[in-house]
């Protein structure tokens, strides 16, 4: 059987190659986009950090992630995406120590399950810029074995909620952490004279 090519005319065969090469080539470009749309869906939590920070979580928890919105639940996902539009549930800016310093506030996943949530293992951090241009991680949780909830950050002011079932009322002149699981609970994290406190202000 006599091959293709050699049947062809001279403009028969470049008209071929001509079609050939626009397939390949709107291969590849739906390749790149496809590529490119995942990679900006599943980056970006990591888009929202700076990249120095980001080598310097991956220091003390190399194979981390944060909590992205899909981790959350349906109603929790409705919520935050209305709240916080183009966020990400596991990292907020937040002036936390200085009023006058941005720091960042994450959720950190150790551990992600994503068919059973409750399985997950966070830890709930604060990276905070210090005078010599390196990032100081503050542990505020270790280890909660929950599912994962979102950070968000609230103004400055007095947030009264319950601490080992006493009403009790944080007052901050900086920015607070506000942790929440949606339908479950929320937490305020505040710098006051007395160091960094917290208060249950629901569950």
Same mark, same amino acid.
């Given at each position: 059987?006599?091959?293709?090519?050699?049947?062809?005319?001279?403009?028969q065969k470049w008209r071929?190659?001509?079609?050939?090469?626009?397939?390949?080539?709107?291969?590849?470009?739906?390749?790149?986009?496809?590529?490119?749309?995942?990679?900006?869906?599943?980056?970006?939590?990591?888009?929202?950090?700076?990249?120095?920070?980001?080598?310097?979580?991956?220091?003390?928890?190399? %194979?981390? =992630?944060?909590?992205?919105?899909?981790? *959350? &639940?349906?109603?929790?996902? /409705?919520?935050?995406?209305?709240?916080?539009?183009?966020?990400?549930?596991?990292?907020?800016?937040?002036?936390?120590?200085?009023?006058?310093?941005?720091?960042?506030a994450l959720v950190i996943?150790?551990?992600?399950?994503?068919?059973?949530?409750?399985?997950?293992?966070?830890?709930?951090?604060?990276?905070?810029?210090?005078?010599?241009?390196?990032?100081?991680l503050t542990i505020l949780?270790? %280890?909660? =074995?929950?599912?994962?909830?979102?950070? *968000? &950050?609230?103004?400055?002011? /007095?947030?009264?909620?319950?601490?080992?079932?006493?009403?009790?009322?944080?007052?901050?002149?900086?920015?607070?952490?506000?942790?929440?699981?949606?339908?479950?609970?929320?937490?305020?994290?505040?710098?006051?004279?007395?160091?960094?406190?917290?208060?249950?202000?629901?569950?």
């Open positions: 059987m006599p091959n293709l090519l050699s049947t062809m005319s001279l403009n071929y190659f001509h079609i050939v090469a626009m397939a390949i080539g709107i291969t590849v470009s739906a390749g790149v986009s496809h590529s490119a749309w995942a990679k900006g869906k599943i980056d970006v939590c990591e888009k929202s950090l700076p990249k120095d920070l980001t080598a310097s979580i991956q220091r003390t928890y190399p %194979d981390y =992630q944060l909590v992205r919105l899909s981790m *959350l &639940t349906d109603v929790g996902q /409705k919520i935050y995406s209305r709240d916080s539009k183009g966020g990400c549930p596991g990292v907020a800016k937040v002036r936390f120590f200085d009023k006058n310093k941005i720091d960042y996943l150790t551990r992600a399950d994503h068919a059973r949530p409750s399985n997950s293992i966070y830890d709930l951090v604060v990276a905070r810029k210090g005078d010599n241009g390196s990032w100081n949780e270790k %280890d909660v =074995q929950a599912a994962p909830p979102a950070v *968000l &950050t609230l103004p400055p002011g /007095k947030y009264t909620g319950e601490t080992e079932q006493q009403p009790r009322t944080l007052a901050s002149q900086t920015e607070v952490l506000f942790v929440v699981k949606y339908e479950a609970w929320s937490v305020v994290y505040a710098v006051t004279e007395n160091g960094i406190e917290k208060v249950w202000l629901s569950d």
